[in-house]
């Protein structure tokens, strides 16, 4: 199974976005949640992209 990186950091962004009181704990929460969304970042442009194919559309006039 593969982790889904770029889901994972969706959570994680709410979860900051949650935390918006200016107390000590949401000021924690804040800058661990930093730590672990750049984390999440580096480990998914890590991965391999993935293959695409390419799918070719005509270029004349269809009536």
Excluded: C, W
Aim: hydrophobic fraction near 40%; avoid cysteine.
């Amino acid at each position: 199974m593969t982790s889904d990186f770029s889901a994972a950091r969706v959570h994680l962004d709410r979860a900051y976005h949650y935390l918006r009181g200016e107390d000590p704990m949401s000021r924690r929460g804040r800058e661990a949640l930093d730590l672990l969304i750049e984390a999440v970042a580096v480990e998914e442009l890590k991965q391999p992209r993935q293959d695409a194919e390419v799918l070719m559309f005509p270029n004349g006039r269809r009536f």
